[in-house]
């Protein structure tokens, strides 16, 4: 069965220094993969997602995110840390050939140190 | 505004009282999905919708119904609500096939006692 992990729960990380937030899923095809973040009390708020070509796809707020076919991970990452990116962040993968029938990993939570 | 509208936000019921939550989109969007959050698991679908009365289900559709008769409302049933569907749940629309953004509403607190 298609599946994605996010191996850390929780990542600390002080403001300024970079992050890398680990993302691995269990699909057969390339699927469509994404990037949401949930900031406290809030809903879900898409920063990237890949579908195809450049592998290295950019987002919002300064993320970026990198596929590696060859290691089933889409890795998400920042290089300088704000206060205001204490989150959880929710790896996605969307199963089916219209992008709808999605699968989430269950979460990193980030903590910002000041 | 464009949004993604749940009602209720909070929601306290007792086993076996039949519940709607509503989600209403403003977008035009043909593509709808229902959600429920528990900690450590992530979001998990329940049912998602692809245009007017058509809906198939995600991974956890047990205990859930869900209807599109109108392209802008997907409300999901719980018939006889029991104390494992205690949780977050969330509405998401998106325009179109191919992985469009989704957007996210607000979340609906469910507890079952």
């Known amino acids: 069965a298609q599946s994605v992990t996010q191996p850390d729960i929780h990542i600390t990380v002080s403001e300024g220094a970079s992050l890398e937030l680990r993302c691995n899923y269990s699909?057969?095809?390339?699927?469509?993969l994404f990037w949401y973040v949930q900031s406290p009390g809030q809903g879900l708020q898409l920063l990237l997602k890949y579908f195809s070509g450049d592998t290295l796809v950019q987002g919002i707020k300064g993320f970026e995110a990198e596929f590696k076919r060859s290691q089933s991970s889409f890795n998400l990452r920042k290089p300088s840390v704000h206060w205001s990116d204490a989150a959880e962040y929710f790896c996605a993968v969307a199963r089916d050939n219209y992008g709808q029938n999605f699968v989430f990993g269950p979460g990193t939570r980030l903590s910002v140190l000041p | 505004e464009a949004q993604v509208t749940q009602n209720p936000r909070y929601l306290i019921t007792v086993t076996g009282k039949k519940l709607t939550v509503t989600c209403s989109q403003n977008m035009n969007h043909e593509y709808m999905s229902w959600y429920r959050q528990d900690p450590g698991l992530g979001l998990r679908q329940i049912y998602y919708s692809m245009n007017v009365e058509v809906t198939d289900k995600g991974d956890v559709p047990e205990g859930y119904k869900v209807s599109r008769k109108e392209k802008r409302n997907f409300p999901l049933i719980l018939e006889s609500p029991s104390p494992n569907q205690t949780s977050l749940y969330f509405c998401a629309s998106s325009l179109s096939a191919g992985g469009s953004i989704q957007y996210f509403g607000a979340g609906t607190r469910l507890s079952v006692l």
């Open positions: 699909y057969g095809a390339t699927p469509y």
